[in-house]
């Protein structure tokens, strides 16, 4: 089993930043991808941004630009840098690693999901 633990989200006004953290524990391997997710409310979950250790990084048109997705310090560690947020980038934000080897960057069936993390970002 992995587990699966995001901090970071919090409220801010648009034009702000936070930043996200994600920690893979447990069965984890070298080189295992990890991925943000996020879900507004009334809308359908979508991706945000992977990343295929080291540095193999994809991002959502939505984003690009104004996100950063980075490995930290240790291993199954990441950080996602969110700058210039805007309304809407409002929802839930999930972490979910494990990708399916022949899967695009988006696709949802990560095998373990963390339990989510509020951002809310004001007008």
């Known amino acids: 089993q992995v587990q699966v633990v995001e901090s970071g989200g919090g409220s801010v006004q648009a034009g702000g930043s936070l930043r996200l953290s994600c920690v893979a524990s447990?069965?984890?391997?070298?080189?295992?991808?990890m991925s943000w997710f996020r879900q507004a409310p009334g809308l359908e979950r979508e991706a945000v941004a992977t990343i295929y250790p080291p540095s193999d990084t994809y991002y959502s048109d939505s984003v690009k630009g104004r996100f950063t997705l980075s490995q930290g310090n240790a291993q199954n560690m990441v950080y996602l840098q969110m700058n210039n947020l805007i309304p809407e980038d409002t929802g839930m934000y999930y972490c979910a690693v494990d990708c399916n080897a022949n899967g695009a960057w988006y696709q949802q069936d990560r095998r373990y999901w963390g339990q989510g993390t509020q951002v809310t970002v004001s007008s």
């Open positions: 447990g069965r984890t391997y070298p080189g295992m991808c």
